[in-house]
């Protein structure tokens, strides 16, 4: 299948996910903000466009796009040939990382990684080009690539930076109108917090998909096309570190609703200060527990 095709199935598939955060009769961004989102030209977005309409879920007249209703899974288009999207890829390169205990400064092999991986050798080479950009990868000076591993110094200015970016995204937060979605997303959040949280003996392994949800929701009220891009590190490597380490995961899960939940009380008082705190603590312990898992692999 044509490379262009896959973007245009790549891009559509993330618009879904946009939708998806949405209520229903929400207005859609602009056409060069969706390019942003997707990472695709406004010709790929506007071919997306087409089939939401065609779908019902979006109407699209001019300039205004309005979302109709949320996608469901029926609604995505599956990648084929056995090809996993981006996503995947990341995945499946950390949990290689992880497998092997690759240590930093290895030499990276792209034909045997896209043999490995099952990718064409072209997307490998785009997947390493964007890690090099926060500094996980490095192409060597004789050619390849090199990685350059996740250190305890790595995920020290990590976990830094995203506090900066992440607390600055909760004082915003506190003062988004009454009509703003994220405050149906945050009880739609604290609902499955919840249902979790009553499941936690037995489905506490669910919670790195819930975390990733509920630290995007937070981050989404900024609307920064630099905060959108570190966000893809973030998933990349705070939220698989759930995946990581297994030591006392039930626990440790546990603990992180609660100071999920903490937060959102917080938010929906229009407390920053207590918003501001809650977030803070949690965000020490989430750098501690990725500090932990580091160690566990042997990775820091």
Sequence with gaps: MARTDMRYRDAYNVLLDFCAELEPEARLPAESRLCEIAGVSRTVVRRCLGRLKERGIIAWEGRDKR???????????????????????????????????????????????????????????????????????????????????????FAVELSDFRAVLELDAVRHLVEAPVDHPIWARLEALRAEHL??????????????????????????????????????VVSLIFHYHYLWDKTHEKDRNEAAIGEHLAIIDALEARDEEAAVAAARRHLKTSKTTLLSSLRYHDLA
């Design 67 to 153: 979302l109709l209703r949320r996608p469901a899974e029926a609604d995505r288009i599956a990648r084929p040939d056995g090809l996993q999207g981006s996503a995947d890829l990341e995945q499946r390169f950390l949990e290689w990382i992880l497998k092997f205990d690759v240590p930093a400064n290895t030499p990276l092999s792209v034909a045997e990684l896209a043999r490995s991986f099952e990718v064409p050798q072209h997307e490998l080479k785009e997947f390493l080009a964007g890690l090099s950009r926060f500094g996980l990868v490095a192409r060597r000076r004789q050619g390849g690539w090199m990685l350059l591993g996740f250190t305890r110094g």
């Design 195 to 232: 249902t979790l949280k009553a499941r936690i003996e037995t489905d506490f392994h669910a919670f790195s998909k819930l975390d990733e949800a509920f630290h995007a929701a937070l981050n989404s009220v900024v609307k920064n096309r630099f905060v959108a891009e570190f966000q893809k």
